[in-house]
């Protein structure tokens, strides 16, 4: 099956810095990439959506200027968290769609980050 | 807009016995509806989709579920479960035909906990 990539699997940043994470389609090309934050024994918050080429679509509430995605090429997505916080410590996971066939997203491993 | 609701947020198990996970959505529009599974600190895999056709779907790791639209649920059965079934398991629905740009809801998720 198809497989996406996430990079870092885990990152630990001071508070007030930038980090930035990869999702990659490694064997499909993605047009459309999803972001998607967890938090603890919780279900899977939509952030936002990722179309190549195109400006992110942000879900009602959270910060565009905080989260900044960038979808460069077919294979690439970027979320950037600017100015961590604390409270910005979660678990990301990204996800793409074949849209070749099948409807099936397929996820990342996810990335864990914790800010301090 | 569309909703998933599983009722049970931990389903507690003994090896080798039947298991089912409940899943109710709501719409106003034709749905697709996936079950997903997520183990610790990892991404989510899909299970099984129902998109059309038959509404008893089968999926991987002898997962099957079954589509009631009259009922509006997705409920998710394993005639005996082995202990590497304990992890998450998250029902999802989506917009019918939205050619793969529409969002997936997620469901809170339940906790499949097999017990020895």
């Known amino acids: 099956g198809a497989v996406v990539s996430q990079h870092p699997s885990r990152v630990i940043c001071k508070s007030g810095t930038s980090v930035k994470i990869e999702c990659r389609s490694l064997?499909?090309?993605?047009?459309?990439m999803f972001w998607y934050r967890q938090f603890p024994k919780q279900s899977l918050m939509l952030m936002a959506t990722?179309?190549?080429?195109?400006?992110?679509?942000?879900e009602q509430g959270v910060e565009k200027d905080k989260f900044l995605i960038n979808h460069a090429s077919l294979t690439l997505s970027t979320l950037t968290v600017t100015s961590a916080h604390p409270e910005d410590s979660s678990f990301y996971i990204c996800?793409?769609?074949?849209?070749?066939?099948?409807?099936?997203?397929?996820f990342g491993p996810g990335t864990r980050l914790t800010v301090t | 807009a569309q909703s998933v609701t599983q009722l049970d947020s931990q389903v507690p198990v003994f090896e080798e016995a039947p298991v089912e996970l409940r899943c109710n959505y709501s719409?106003?529009?034709?749905?697709?509806l996936f079950w997903y599974v997520q183990y610790p600190n990892q991404g989510l895999q899909l299970l099984l989709k129902?998109?059309?056709?038959?509404?008893l779907v089968k999926g991987i790791n002898g997962f099957e579920a079954e589509f009631n639209k009259s009922q509006t649920s997705f409920h998710l059965r394993k005639p005996s479960v082995h202990i590497s079934d304990t992890a998450e398991y998250f029902c999802?629905?989506?917009?019918?035909?939205?050619?793969?740009?529409?969002?997936?809801?997620f469901g809170i998720g339940t906790k499949l906990q097999v017990i020895p």
């Open positions: 719409s106003s529009v034709s749905v697709y």
């Open positions: 999802a629905v989506e917009k019918a035909g939205s050619g793969g740009y529409q969002k997936v809801t």
């Open positions: 129902y998109l059309s056709g038959s509404t």
């Open positions: 990722s179309n190549e080429g195109s400006k992110a679509t942000y």
């Open positions: 996800s793409a769609r074949d849209l070749s066939g099948g409807y099936e997203q397929y």
């Open positions: 064997d499909f090309q993605a047009t459309t």
